[in-house]
């Protein structure tokens, strides 16, 4: 009988955390949606500024800050979501589950801090805005640090992968480590992760998280995020392209 129960519970665990992970998808790709949304609004006002329509820029700014509460929401439901499914185990009295859920969403909105007008999605929107006339100057208040810093990392960890040394805009699979946020290539993180007999430290050094081949995973923020930086670095590349021009142009006019 108690061999029967445990089996009982453990087959109804693993349902909750399938039903847990289809969740999760699919709140996963409505963030994704909101991402892209994100990103149209970016774009629209990099058309205005050009044409100096300054009113309209604020207002999709304003907008965007709105549509970032929604994105956080989200972010915050997937994690309850997922935490929700991994802890769950069946009890003799029935679950609340949507005592669990808020419970987990109160927790995610109590360690998020970030003032939306300080949020890195609203950054890389002001950044947008600014470099149509101002690509390589400091925005107020901030440092040339600060600009160079932003341009080239945005919102991920590490740029390049620690196990392949490649750029993680050039990672064929990338995956993110749940635990640390880290980021890899995926063949070669699973690989590293088997020969540590399925367990394995995460290769960043100073990192602690303990890595597990069911804790990496690639994600519509991940994804969007590299595309992030591969704007940024193809705009950057531009600036460089067009400053040797220039010195090219000043030798030849020496000469």
């Known amino acids: 009988m108690a061999s029967t129960s445990a089996s009982r519970a453990g087959g109804v665990a693993g349902r909750i955390r399938h039903a847990a992970a289809t969740l999760q998808d699919d709140n996963q790709a409505l963030v994704a949606e909101i991402l892209k949304a994100f990103r149209m609004l970016k774009e629209i006002a990099v058309a205005l500024e050009k044409d100096n329509e300054t009113q309209k820029v604020k207002e999709l700014e304003n907008a965007a800050v709105e549509l970032l509460q929604t994105y956080e929401d989200c972010t915050h439901l997937s994690t309850a979501i997922k935490s929700v499914g991994d802890t769950y185990e069946p009890g003799a009295e029935l679950t609340d589950f949507g005592k669990l859920f808020d419970n987990e969403i109160a927790k995610q909105n109590s360690n998020s801090s970030t003032d939306p007008q300080n ?23 901030e440092e040339q640090d600060d600009v160079v810093m ?47 007999g399925g367990n394995s430290k995460c290769p960043i050094g100073g990192c602690p998280k303990v890595l597990s081949a069911d804790k990496v995973s690639c994600d519509p923020v991940l994804l969007y995020e590299i595309e992030e930086m591969r704007k940024r670095n193809a705009g950057t590349e531009v600036v460089e392209d067009f400053t040797a021009l220039g010195e090219e142009g000043d030798d030849s006019d020496c000469c």
Do not use: D
């Open 119 to 141: 949020h890195p999605l609203i950054r890389q929107f002001r950044e947008a805005v600014w470099n149509v006339h101002h690509r390589g100057q400091p925005m107020p208040g």
């Open 150 to 196: 932003t341009s080239t990392q945005g919102n991920l960890l590490n740029v390049t992968c620690p196990l392949s040394g490649k750029p993680v805009t050039k990672l064929l699979a990338p995956v993110r480590s749940v635990e640390c946020k880290h980021i890899y290539e995926k063949e070669v993180i699973l690989h590293h992760i088997r020969s540590k």
